[in-house]
């Protein structure tokens, strides 16, 4: 990779967007439905991540993930969800600032998320309206979900680009495993769902606390050069 990324891609949900109440309220109502108790918010942090069918299973008891019930609990949530996606969930602090900075920059900016694509279009423009993001994909049926490179590997042949000069921003292990995968950068963030360890475990090349670090990131060239030194095969 050059000294400068040209292009990065975000994670949506723990990474941009702080959705967590509002899919645990979701999946708690769905639950509550079946009969079935719910969980503390915090649980959900582990829940998430894989798209929702994951979600689903992980948050049903183990005696009750036959294949009906995990059905019928996915277009129960799928249903709460619709009545209260944008009730809590709003853009963590620092990330307005940070993508306006990026796009005075002229960096593309993307969007991978295993969320359903139609959620993934009405989070973006609900809460980024008017942001100029180069391409903005969730969960399609046609591409697997992360950690499957497909996704990221799409978009960078879209964008016309390596995808070793492509960061890939995110808060869990699917996405450094995603990023590893497809052969990009992969930069973890502490504001979202998961912790340090499970970044570091899963080969997170640089931990950021705050968005404005990545504004940093960007401006160390000899940063950059390390990770794309640490991500070439064999390094």
Request: one cysteine or more; charged letters at 25%.
């Amino acid at each position: 990779m050059s000294t400068a990324p040209r292009a990065i891609i975000f994670d949506l949900d723990g990474t941009l967007l702080d959705t967590l109440t509002d899919l645990a309220d979701s999946g708690n109502a769905a639950l509550a439905a079946l009969g079935l108790p719910p969980h503390p918010e915090d649980a959900y942090r582990y829940f998430v991540g894989l798209g929702i069918e994951e979600l689903v299973r992980r948050m049903l008891p183990e005696h009750r993930r036959d294949p009906a019930t995990t059905q019928e609990a996915v277009a129960l949530t799928s249903k709460e969800y619709k009545r209260r996606w944008k009730d809590k969930t709003r853009p963590y602090e620092g990330i307005p600032e940070l993508l306006e900075n990026l796009r005075q920059r002229g960096l593309p900016v993307c969007v991978l998320s295993n969320k359903p694509q139609v959620y993934t279009d009405l989070t973006v423009q609900e809460f980024f309206p008017g942001w100029p993001f180069a391409f903005v994909r969730g969960a399609r049926p046609e591409v697997p979900n992360k950690p499957h490179p497909a996704g990221a590997l799409a978009l960078a042949k879209d964008l016309n680009l390596s995808p070793g000069s492509v960061l890939f921003v995110g808060d869990t292990a699917t996405d450094m495993r995603t990023a590893h995968g497809a052969g990009m950068l992969p930069v973890g963030v502490l504001w979202g769902f998961r912790d340090e360890a499970e970044l570091n475990d899963n080969g997170a090349l640089q931990i950021i606390a705050r968005p404005a670090e990545l504004l940093a990131l960007l401006d160390s060239p000899a940063l950059l050069a390390g990770l794309a030194r640490a991500a070439k095969p064999g390094a």
